[in-house]
């Protein structure tokens, strides 16, 4: 610690150059922060995926429905536990498609009992099985639209209108939360007795079944069990894991993971040039001073800890600033909650940002620290004679 008056004074030599070097690493791991968020957004659904639960869907695509008799058929295959329904509905609250989100009808019941993670306190699941208007809605959907329990809400569906031409109303009794961090409460769910009975179009189909098996060991075998109970019928199916499913969903769009890793990996090997740069600049231009620290007794192994220190002082000032920068933008809330199901910083990605943060700073200044270990003192004394 005593040499840290001389590391820091080196650095405020070259006050702007310092400064814009700091300045892009702090952007770099804003963007890192930012990146982290949304991809742990779409891979959130992955990750809390329940291992003992299967999605069952058509064979041909997930926008073809099936029967809702198949229900009581999934039930006598071997190793299914519970068995239960959902169809997307795509509901559009006040005419707007900006206002748009997840939304489906359920059997009530059998819904909380397949996702434990949904928290909804007792009175209301209560009100939600008497009130076959009800729906429950998560709480970030709730503090979207600021709506609270008796709000009546109508809706839109392109996908399913209702008899008469008619809106879709709904009465909220009920606001869920999620029992882990990172569970979606971005979701609308209502009662698929009154959907049914309420549609124009498709009654006695859904969307797909959420299966619950009894030995997550045996979820390929009982995956396969129920396709072959379906199979060489009008309706075949396609029964995987909850997680694959939740995955295949999202890589509709591109494999997420994979852009956001070649996005941040660009940006970090151009701050590592710019930051690398930078401390080989201020060893160049201290040549006859490193020369002089020599010469008063500064060893090899004490020259080459200083640089180090220095690139490692650069990378921490702008690389903590950035991803503290980030943690606070990112806890202010979702800035796109149409796109995002859930928007936030896990703390191994802070983990993963400090790590990066060191491993930059040395990377970026081993080479110059090398050069000033290496530097013998007459020639360092004589290069700017």
Same mark, same amino acid.
């Given at each position: 610690?005593?040499?840290?008056?001389?590391?820091?004074?080196?650095?405020?030599?070259?006050?702007?150059?310092?400064?814009?070097?700091?300045?892009?690493?702090?952007?770099?791991?804003?963007?890192?922060?930012?990146?982290?968020?949304?991809?742990?957004?779409?891979?959130?659904?992955?990750?809390?995926?329940?291992?003992?639960?299967?999605?069952?869907?058509?064979?041909?695509? +997930?926008?073809?429905?099936?029967?809702?008799?198949?229900?009581?058929?999934?039930?006598?295959?071997?190793?299914?536990?519970?068995?239960?329904?959902?169809?997307?509905?795509?509901?559009?609250?006040?005419?707007?498609?900006?206002?748009?989100?997840?939304?489906?009808?359920?059997?009530?019941?059998?819904?909380? %009992?397949?996702?434990?993670?949904?928290?909804?306190?007792?009175?209301?699941?209560?009100?939600?099985?008497?009130?076959?208007?009800?729906?429950?809605?998560?709480?970030?959907?709730?503090?979207?639209?600021?709506?609270?329990?008796?709000?009546?809400?109508?809706?839109?569906?392109?996908?399913?209108?209702?008899?008469?031409?008619?809106?879709?109303?709904?009465?909220?009794?009920?606001?869920?939360?999620?029992?882990?961090?990172?569970?979606?409460?971005?979701?609308?769910?209502?009662?698929?007795?009154?959907?049914?009975?309420?549609?124009?179009?498709?009654?006695?189909?859904?969307?797909?079944?959420?299966?619950?098996?009894?030995?997550?060991?045996?979820?390929?075998?009982?995956? %396969?069990?129920?396709?072959?109970?379906?199979?060489?019928?009008?309706?075949?199916?396609?029964?995987?894991?909850?997680? %694959?499913?939740?995955?295949?969903?999202?890589?509709?769009?591109?494999?997420?993971?994979?852009?956001?890793?070649?996005?941040?990996?660009?940006?970090?090997?151009?701050?590592? +040039?710019?930051?690398?740069?930078?401390?080989?600049?201020?060893?160049?231009?201290?040549?006859?001073?490193?020369?002089?620290?020599?010469?008063?007794?500064?060893?090899?192994? +004490?020259?080459?800890?200083?640089?180090?220190?220095?690139?490692?002082?650069?990378?921490?000032?702008?690389?903590?600033?950035?991803?503290?920068?980030?943690?606070?933008?990112?806890?202010?809330?979702?800035?796109?909650?149409?796109?995002?199901?859930?928007?936030? +910083?896990?703390?191994?990605?802070?983990?993963?940002?400090?790590?990066?943060?060191?491993?930059?700073?040395?990377?970026?200044?081993?080479?110059?620290?090398?050069?000033?270990?290496?530097?013998?003192?007459?020639?360092?004394?004589?290069?700017?004679?």
């Amino acid at each position: 610690m005593k040499f840290l008056s001389l590391v820091w004074s080196n650095l405020k030599r070259k006050k702007l150059r310092t400064s814009l070097t700091m300045l892009s690493l702090c952007v770099a791991f804003i963007l890192f922060g930012l990146l982290s968020a949304i991809k742990e957004s779409f891979s959130a659904g992955v990750e809390l995926a329940g291992a003992d639960r299967l999605i069952v869907r058509h064979k041909v695509s +997930l926008i073809m429905t099936l029967p809702v008799a198949y229900k009581a058929r999934m039930e006598r295959v071997e190793g299914v536990a519970a068995v239960t329904h959902q169809t997307w509905f795509n509901g559009i609250y006040q005419d707007e498609p900006k206002n748009f989100f997840a939304s489906m009808p359920v059997e009530p019941e059998p819904f909380l %009992a397949m996702y434990p993670e949904y928290v909804l306190p007792a009175e209301q699941k209560e009100a939600w099985l008497k009130t076959r208007t009800g729906v429950i809605v998560g709480r970030t959907l709730a503090e979207r639209f600021n709506w609270k329990i008796g709000d009546r809400v109508p809706l839109m569906s392109p996908i399913w209108p209702r008899k008469g031409d008619e809106a879709w109303t709904f009465d909220i009794v009920g606001i869920y939360d999620g029992e882990k961090k990172g569970t979606d409460t971005s979701g609308f769910y209502f009662r698929h007795d009154y959907f049914d009975e309420g549609r124009a179009q498709g009654e006695g189909e859904v969307g797909w079944y959420s299966v619950r098996i009894q030995d997550p060991e045996q979820a390929a075998a009982t995956a %396969a069990a129920i396709d072959a109970e379906f199979a060489n019928s009008p309706y075949e199916t396609k029964a995987e894991p909850e997680g %694959a499913f939740i995955q295949g969903f999202a890589q509709q769009i591109g494999d997420i993971g994979a852009i956001l890793t070649a996005i941040l990996s660009a940006v970090f090997f151009t701050i590592l +040039l710019v930051t690398g740069n930078t401390m080989a600049q201020a060893v160049r231009e201290r040549t006859e001073e490193i020369g002089v620290l020599k010469s008063m007794g500064f060893t090899n192994e +004490l020259v080459l800890a200083l640089v180090l220190a220095e690139s490692c002082l650069i990378a921490a000032v702008g690389g903590l600033s950035g991803l503290g920068l980030a943690w606070l933008f990112i806890s202010a809330g979702n800035p796109a909650p149409t796109m995002l199901s859930v928007f936030y +910083l896990p703390n191994h990605y802070l983990g993963i940002g400090v790590g990066l943060v060191l491993a930059l700073g040395l990377v970026a200044g081993i080479f110059p620290a090398i050069q000033a270990m290496r530097l013998q003192i007459a020639v360092a004394l004589r290069r700017n004679a």
